[in-house]
């Protein structure tokens, strides 16, 4: 279970998913990915560090440049589903609010 609370951990920084999101049209350099979020470029550099670390994205150099993308696509899917169980909690505790009124 300790593994899986880390891995989780991964996708509980707004700023990694907004970096995530970035890549998910596919591969991206600093520069790109800084672009796409408007996020700094060292900030941008430290979070696609930490999804490398975590087997998340891979690092692929390009010449001059280096280029990252997410390893599993799937991941998006796992996103997806869990923003879509917060939703459906969300409108539950609005039911369950809007019903004791």
């Known amino acids: ?3 899986l609370a880390e891995y989780f951990k991964v996708f509980s920084e707004p700023n990694r998913l907004a970096v995530l999101t970035a890549l998910r049209e596919g591969p991206r350099n600093v520069t790109a990915v800084v672009e796409c979020t408007g996020l700094s470029q060292a900030l941008v550099s ?5 999804l490398t670390i975590a087997g998340v994205v891979r690092r ?7 280029f990252y993308d ?11 589903q869990a923003e879509a169980l917060l939703l459906a909690a969300r409108r539950q505790q609005l039911d369950a609010l809007a019903a004791s009124l």
């Open 1 to 3: 279970m300790d593994h």
């Open 46 to 50: 430290k979070h696609l560090k930490l």
């Open 60 to 66: 692929r150099p390009e010449g001059s440049l280096v």
């Open 70 to 80: 997410v390893i599993d696509p799937a991941v998006f899917t796992l996103l997806s």
